[in-house]
């Protein structure tokens, strides 16, 4: 059974701090692309950091760059997204999803993070994040 699992989201004031979790079954983190999501009530679903595949490449949104750190952890086939600094706006629920090839595009200079189905499983659950002033 192929499935992804987030856990790590709560309740937390801004300035703190939260580490979400994707833990995986039925295969491997290695070769493939981690991506981390999110969504607010009534936005689209954006992307958020995301990760892969061997070399580890990754790669941040300009809104959490410098406050939010991923990670991944091959023994444990878990992608960790470290997040501080939290703001009210981070307030979503995360999702993660597998990719067999990077979502990141890069064009003149600038690089794109357009929101992808997963290849591996499917959306789960997600959990929620939520940011108190």
């Known amino acids: 059974e192929v499935q992804l699992v987030e856990s790590g989201g709560g309740l937390v004031q801004a300035g703190g701090s939260l580490r979400l979790s994707c833990a995986a079954s039925?295969?491997?983190?290695?070769?493939?692309?981690i991506a981390w999501y999110r969504q607010a009530p009534g936005k689209e679903r954006e992307g958020v950091s995301c990760?892969?595949?061997?070399?580890?490449?990754?790669y941040y949104a300009d809104s959490v760059k410098g406050r939010f750190t991923i990670s991944r952890d091959s023994a444990k086939n878990t992608v960790y997204l470290q997040m501080d600094s939290l703001k009210p706006e981070d307030t979503a629920v995360y999702y993660c999803?597998?990719?067999?090839?990077?979502?990141?595009?890069?064009?003149?200079?600038?690089?794109?993070?357009?929101?992808?189905?997963?290849?591996?499983?499917?959306w789960g659950q997600g959990t929620q994040v939520t940011v108190s002033s």
């Open positions: 999803a597998a990719h067999r090839f990077s979502p990141i595009t890069y064009s003149r200079g600038r690089y794109y993070f357009r929101t992808r189905d997963p290849d591996f499983g499917s």
């Open positions: 039925g295969f491997r983190f290695d070769d493939l692309f």
């Open positions: 990760i892969g595949g061997s070399e580890g490449s990754t």
